[in-house]
């Protein structure tokens, strides 16, 4: 039986065949976080947002490179990032 906490339907009662919001089913039936450090929305595996001190670029989180900032964004049209909010 899958165990895993983030299985949402297991095919023969071994192997997930959906996972949670933000997980992938992999080849050993397990389910993997599909990006690391992002808030995902509903049963989305899309990117639209980041965990505290990280931004976005093209679907991916990434680690602000401001120290102490909370709320990092990145500016595609300066390809730079700025801090919202500090800690």
Do not use: H, W
């Amino acid at each position: 039986v899958n165990s895993s906490k983030n299985c949402m339907l297991c095919l023969d009662g071994s192997v997930c065949q959906t996972c949670a919001a933000g997980f992938l089913p992999q080849s050993g039936g397990a389910c993997t976080r599909a990006n690391p450090n992002c808030v995902y929305k509903g049963n989305s595996t899309d990117c639209d947002k980041c965990e505290s001190g990280y931004y976005l670029n093209k679907s991916v989180c990434y680690p602000c490179p401001i120290s102490n900032c909370d709320d990092c964004f990145y500016q595609k049209t300066l390809d730079a990032t700025e801090c919202l909010s500090c800690v």
